[in-house]
């Protein structure tokens, strides 16, 4: 499985941005998907996960203002961000998990930026 996430970039406090993942190879055994991130000098943490079924999960802090959805016909993930705060500067990285397998596959990653 391959992921290619887009998007990321520099937006004003308050603003909005939108990241995508788009997953090939193995995509169809792909289970759940989710977006992740890594601020400089901290641990990476999970910021939205959704199941194949369209389940999600938010962290506390981003909830109301994430939105994670997905297209399992084009293997296609998706983060809308709203309301983005400085605290949300990180590395976004996609992950996908194929169950079968027992693996956990991570895209690239890409920067998102919030000035304040």
């Known amino acids: 499985v391959q992921l290619v996430e887009s998007g990321g970039g520099l937006v004003q406090a308050g603003g909005s941005l939108r990241l995508s993942c788009a997953a090939s190879?193995?995509?169809?055994?792909?289970?759940?998907m989710g977006w992740y991130r890594q601020a400089p000098g901290k641990q990476r943490e999970m910021v939205a996960v959704?199941?194949?079924?369209?389940?999600?999960y938010y962290a506390d802090s981003v909830k109301g203002r994430f939105t994670i959805s997905r297209d399992n016909a084009k293997n296609t993930v998706y983060l809308q961000m709203n309301s983005l705060e400085p605290e949300d500067t990180a590395v976004y990285y996609c992950?996908?998990?194929?169950?079968?397998?027992?693996?956990?596959?991570w895209g690239q990653g890409t920067q998102v930026t919030v000035s304040s």
């Open positions: 992950n996908a998990v194929v169950p079968y397998e027992g693996n956990n596959y």
């Open positions: 190879g193995n995509s169809f055994s792909i289970g759940n």
């Open positions: 959704i199941t194949k079924g369209s389940n999600t």
